[in-house]
């Protein structure tokens, strides 16, 4: 093995979490289409050929986790990688429907456990076949990248899927540098620089003293001061689902699917603009109402969110296209909104909501603004993860959901070339032991629809029926997003 380097703190968290099983397999992947294969054509043969190019261009690929289980691991590189161990080929059943059957293999393949993360990289492609329509000749394949947290963020899944589309039409070219051999030698480069040392989060002492002193100090000391253990906003009535808790044996990731069309994404963003507010802002007031209707008042008076906040533009020698951990977060309180307030129609849609959204918009790009006093910054001041990790177990949750929006995949001009094309983007986090009870994970495909994700940890909801509930969330979600072409 090379040694690279020791992983900073925000891949400590990571790491630790992923040893820990509390957070297994991020995935961002995409409905490839080939048009016309080849006589002679053999998938795995292409995507060998295809990854190799993804490894040459991204130096984490090709890293794996030393000493994961203690507090000081590093990243390190063998000399040698077998791309089968990161090619996962499904058969596809005929008794699902398509919508089904992405959904079942997104959820599997967010609880997916990588193993040897000390000789293997934690990541791999999951490719199943699905069906063309009927006398078409092109060719569709659900190809998802799931990856382990300390490998990347959410727009790293972006990143790796414009390298792979480059490299499936290179494989294809006869002019490809690389062979079918799944046997590849480990690239050189080193890996690019931790958060923390490719920008330079500083954290004033006001900003520390408070989370700092809330851990140490006895409740009837800190509370009266004011001083929580914590950075995040907090209420006695916000919805937080179940206490947080861990059962290797039955831990599992559910989700629901929401799919906008592209029409409509377009008059939403529209709308954004009049109204001077970014999508992601909107998206804040649209979860809040449907979580309000669908939730009683005596168990969520209100729901703190959680907001990732992409910091690239402040980094050196990290950009979009590259693999990275870059997000901080952002932390907002939404009261829940009144009865009268989320049965109105959307054409009587309130200033209070474009206020809302706009006021999140601006503290979102408040945030996204500075490298001062980020959340994230604080883990320097973390020394041993593991303890503290354990001790979230059995805590109220902080936050009532996460939002990640990873933004539009532009696959480029590939519709003239009779080759690869990505037709829609899909994301989605697994369960998340330690953080909120929803996850809701956004992507589009540039021009196409956009797609939401909401998952979450079997039995954190504190509701009836978890899947009926996430059901008509997203349902309301739906009807919101698609009917602001009558406003």
């Given at each position: 093995m090379e040694r690279l380097r020791k992983a900073g703190p925000n891949e400590r968290r990571c790491i630790v979490r992923q040893a820990l099983g509390y957070y297994r397999t991020l995935v961002v992947g995409g409905i490839y289409t080939l048009e016309r294969p080849s006589t002679g054509f053999?998938?795995?043969?292409?995507?060998?050929?295809?990854?190799?190019?993804?490894?040459?261009?991204?130096?984490?690929?090709?890293?794996?986790?030393?000493?994961?289980?203690?507090?000081?691991?590093?990243?390190?590189?063998p000399s040698i990688l077998d791309l089968i161990?990161?090619?996962?080929?499904?058969?596809?059943?005929?008794?699902?429907?398509?919508?089904?059957?992405?959904?079942?293999?997104?959820?599997?393949?967010?609880?997916h456990v990588f193993t040897c993360c000390d000789k293997t990289p934690p990541w791999q492609i999951t490719v199943l076949p699905l069906s063309?329509?009927?006398?078409?000749?092109?060719?569709?394949?659900?190809?998802?990248?799931?990856?382990?947290?300390?490998?990347?963020?959410?727009?790293?899944?972006?990143?790796?899927h414009k390298t792979l589309l480059s490299g499936l039409k290179q494989a294809q070219s006869v002019d490809c540098v690389y062979d079918d051999d799944p046997k590849f030698a480990s690239p050189s480069m080193p890996l690019l620089p931790t958060l923390e040392m490719a920008g330079r989060?500083?954290?004033?002492?006001?900003?520390?003293?408070?989370?700092?002193?809330?851990?140490?100090?006895?409740?009837?000391?800190?509370?009266?001061?004011?001083?929580?253990?914590?950075?995040?906003?907090?209420?006695?009535?916000?919805?937080?689902?179940?206490?947080?808790?861990f059962d290797p044996e039955?831990?599992?990731?559910?989700?629901?699917?929401?799919?906008?069309?592209?029409?409509?994404?377009?008059?939403?963003?529209?709308?954004?603009?009049?109204?001077?507010?970014?999508?992601?802002?909107?998206?804040?007031?649209?979860?809040?109402?449907?979580?309000?209707?669908?939730?009683?008042?005596?168990?969520?008076?209100?729901?703190?969110?959680?907001?990732?906040?992409?910091?690239?533009?402040?980094?050196?020698?990290?950009?979009?296209?590259?693999?990275?951990?870059?997000?901080?977060?952002?932390?907002?309180?939404?009261?829940?909104?009144?009865?009268?307030?989320?049965?109105?129609?959307?054409?009587?849609?309130?200033?209070a909501f474009w206020d809302a959204a706009r006021t999140t918009t601006q503290n979102l790009a408040q945030t996204a603004g500075t490298l001062n006093n980020q959340p994230v910054g604080l883990l320097a001041y973390l020394r041993n993860m593991y303890p503290w990790?354990?001790?979230q177990v059995g805590k109220r949750r902080e936050c009532s959901y996460e939002l990640s929006n990873i933004m539009s995949f532009n696959p480029g001009s590939f519709e003239s070339e009779k080759s690869w094309n990505i037709e829609s983007m899909i994301f989605s986090q697994p369960a998340n032991v330690g953080s909120g009870c929803l996850n809701f994970n956004v992507v589009s495909r540039y021009q196409g629809d956009l797609t939401i994700v909401i998952s979450w940890q079997v039995g954190a909801l504190n509701v009836q029926d978890e899947?009926?509930?996430?059901?008509?969330?997203?349902?309301?979600?739906t009807t919101s997003l698609e009917s602001f072409d009558r406003i």
């Open positions: 053999s998938l795995q043969s292409i995507l060998i050929k295809a990854l190799k190019y993804c490894v040459a261009k991204h130096p984490i690929l090709s890293a794996c986790i030393d000493g994961q289980e203690t507090e000081a691991p590093e990243f390190a590189r161990n990161h090619i996962n080929i499904l058969d596809t059943p005929d008794l699902l429907d398509e919508k089904s059957l992405i959904k079942l293999t997104l959820a599997q393949t967010n609880d063309a329509a009927e006398q078409s000749e092109t060719t569709r394949y659900l190809i998802l990248f799931g990856y382990y947290h300390s490998h990347g963020d959410g727009k790293s899944g972006l990143a790796f989060l500083s954290i004033s002492w006001s900003y520390l003293l408070s989370p700092l002193l809330g851990a140490y100090l006895p409740a009837f000391v800190a509370t009266p001061l004011g001083i929580r253990a914590s950075a995040t906003p907090e209420a006695d009535d916000q919805w937080a689902g179940n206490k947080t808790f039955r831990y599992q990731t559910s989700l629901e699917v929401v799919s906008i069309g592209h029409s409509h994404v377009q008059k939403i963003l529209q709308k954004c603009r009049k109204h001077d507010v970014k999508f992601t802002g909107l998206l804040h007031q649209v979860i809040v109402q449907a979580l309000s209707k669908e939730l009683p008042a005596e168990k969520a008076g209100c729901f703190v969110s959680q907001t990732a906040v992409d910091l690239r533009s402040h980094l050196e020698g990290i950009s979009d296209d590259d693999m990275a951990l870059c997000p901080t977060a952002y932390y907002e309180l939404f009261k829940r909104t009144s009865d009268d307030e989320t049965s109105r129609e959307p054409s009587l849609i309130s200033d990790t354990r001790g899947q009926v509930f996430a059901e008509r969330v997203g349902q309301r979600m």
